[in-house]
């Protein structure tokens, strides 16, 4: 069975920072590109960042570039989010995802940034 589970989202100031993590199981992960998406309230659950099975190739969104730095460890199965300098628009649900053929989803971690 494969399971993503999130973890890192908070409360957090505006200009503050967070690192979100994203631990898989039930497979290998290494040969799989991940990726985090968000959902604020009230909006359709938009693409945050992507990165390759190496690592070696990285994707943002406009709002995420410059600010957010995706990365992954496979020996620990896990992906990371450090998010710098945060808005209140970047308040929303943070999932992970990774498409095996099959798409799995975490359950998403809450990320709130007051102003």
């Known amino acids: 069975q494969v399971q993503l589970v999130e973890s890192g989202g908070g409360l957090v100031q505006a200009g503050g920072s967070l690192r979100l993590s994203c631990a898989a199981s039930?497979?290998?992960?290494?040969?799989?590109?991940m990726a985090w998406f968000r959902q604020a309230p009230g909006k359709e659950r938009e693409f945050v960042a992507r990165?390759?099975?190496?690592?070696?190739?990285?994707s943002y969104s406009d709002s995420a570039k410059g600010r957010f730095t995706i990365s992954r460890d496979n020996a620990k199965n896990t992906v990371y989010l450090q998010m710098t300098s945060l808005k209140p628009e970047d308040t929303a649900v943070y999932y992970c995802?990774?498409?095996?053929?099959?798409?799995?989803w975490g359950q998403g971690t809450q990320v709130t940034v007051a102003s």
């Open positions: 995802r990774v498409d095996m053929g099959l798409v799995y």
């Open positions: 039930g497979r290998t992960f290494s040969g799989y590109g």
């Open positions: 990165i390759s099975w190496s690592g070696g190739t990285k």
